[in-house]
C-alpha cells in the first residue's frame, strides 16, 4: 500500500479520489454528483490509499482556523474492513501534527461514529445533522 497526497486538481491523484468518492458515495449512497464534487475542491489536500497502482481509499482535508476538517472519506468496497480507512486517517493525523495544528474536525456518517472514536476522536455538542440526506455527527480530535 501507498499513501500519495496533492492538492493540485488536474492531478491523477485528485482524479483517483473523485472516482473513489463517485463509487462511494454518488452510487452506493445517492449523493447528488454536483453535492459530491463541490466548490471546495480547489482549497482541500487529498490523500489516496493505492493498493499497487490502483486507487483504494480516500479523505480530503480544507484548512481552518487553527485546524483541518476531514471530509470525503471513502473506501472502495471490496476493501472495506481491512483498516484501509484507519490507514488514511492515520496518516492525516500525523500530517496535522506535522503541520502543529490544534485539532481535527469532522461530520461523521452515524455509522461511522464508532470507528472515528477509535482513532481518538470525540463527539462535539453539535446535535445530529443531516448532510445530502445523510445523519451525521460532528466529531473532533484534539491534537495540542
Not at 491523484?13 to 462511494?24: A, E, F, L, Y
Not at 480547489?42 to 490502483?54: E, I, S
Request: proline share 3%.
Amino acid at each position: 500500500m501507498e499513501l500519495k497526497t496533492t492538492t493540485a486538481l488536474d492531478s491523477a491523484i485528485h482524479q483517483d479520489s473523485v472516482q473513489i468518492r463517485t463509487h462511494v458515495f454518488v452510487k452506493e449512497q445517492h449523493v447528488p454528483a454536483d453535492l459530491e464534487v463541490d466548490s471546495d475542491e480547489g482549497k482541500a489536500t487529498y490523500f489516496v490509499l493505492y493498493d499497487a497502482d490502483l486507487p483504494v481509499a480516500t479523505a480530503r482535508i480544507l484548512p481552518e482556523a487553527n485546524g483541518y476538517h476531514v471530509q470525503r472519506v471513502a473506501v472502495e468496497k471490496v476493501y472495506r474492513k481491512h483498516g484501509l480507512g484507519k490507514m488514511v486517517l492515520t496518516a492525516i493525523i500525523k500530517y496535522a501534527r506535522q503541520h502543529h495544528v490544534a485539532f481535527l474536525k469532522l461530520g461523521a456518517q452515524i455509522q461511522a461514529v464508532g470507528f472515528y472514536k477509535t482513532l481518538g476522536f470525540e463527539l462535539t455538542n453539535r446535535p445530529e445533522f443531516l448532510d445530502a440526506g445523510i445523519r451525521h455527527r460532528e466529531m473532533i480530535l484534539k491534537l495540542d
